[in-house]
């Protein structure tokens, strides 16, 4: 069975650090492409970056840049997202994503996990 | 940036009626690469049409994708209780990727 498991959400203050982790299962890792989405309390859905399969491309959406990264070690089939100097507006459940295929442009995304809840307070 | 744009906000109807969502893209959509996702409260999102018009694996039937462009729908025939929800468009065909602001179906 397919499963992907986020970890790493907690509670920090503004201007701190943290790094998401997203375990998965049941399929090649290093195969597809993986995309970090995240929604704020009651709103809508928000893509925050991705990553294709062999690390060779990243996207990231622009107003996170410089505080976001997007990693992955296909070793140990984890992704990450490290999050730095985070801000209020930052709070939300971040959802890891695995991609229908290895590139992450005309892929959609097939599988997601539960997803973890950042709080910046 | 191509910005989608769902209507309406929200949807009420009565189980066995027809549903019909809208996707507007402020730019055309390269390839068709538009998805539908299903949200319900406290879970996470699923994806239900990809390609504009593709029924992912256990998609029931009653759900249909339609369009291209700058224009596209989802239909649900025949509602059923657990389709009461919220629904998203999203385009994966640049970056940065986008999604619709969501179109919540509830029980009128």
């Known amino acids: 069975e397919v499963q992907l498991v986020e970890s790493g959400g907690g509670l920090v203050q503004p201007g701190g650090s943290l790094r998401l982790s997203c375990t998965a299962s049941?399929?090649?890792?290093?195969?597809?492409?993986m995309t970090w989405v995240r929604q704020a309390p009651g709103k809508g859905l928000q893509w925050v970056s991705s990553?294709?399969?062999?690390?060779?491309?990243?996207f990231s959406a622009d107003p996170l840049k410089g505080r976001f990264t997007i990693s992955r070690d296909n070793s140990k089939n984890i992704l990450y997202l490290q999050m730095n100097n985070l801000r209020a507006e930052d709070t939300a459940i971040y959802y890891c994503a695995k991609g229908r295929g290895f590139m992450v442009l005309g892929y959609y995304m097939d599988v997601w996990g539960k997803g973890t809840t950042v709080t910046v307070s | 940036e191509i910005v989608l744009t769902q209507s309406p906000g929200t949807l009420s109807l009565s189980p066995g009626e027809r549903a019909t969502l809208s996707c507007r893209a402020s730019?055309?959509?390269?390839?068709?690469?538009l998805a539908w996702y299903q949200q319900k409260p406290g879970q996470a999102p699923r994806v239900l049409i990809y390609d504009a018009s593709n029924r992912a694996t256990g998609t029931p039937d009653r759900f249909s994708g339609s369009g291209s462009g700058t224009d596209f729908a989802l239909t649900i025939n025949r509602l059923e209780p657990e389709d009461f929800a919220v629904y998203y468009c999203?385009?994966?065909?640049?970056?940065?990727?986008?999604f619709g602001q969501g179109t919540k179906v509830e029980i009128k």
């Open positions: 049941g399929f090649t890792f290093s195969n597809y492409a």
């Open positions: 730019q055309s959509v390269r390839g068709t690469y």
């Open positions: 990553i294709s399969g062999g690390s060779g491309t990243t």
């Open positions: 999203q385009q994966y065909g640049g970056s940065p990727w986008t």
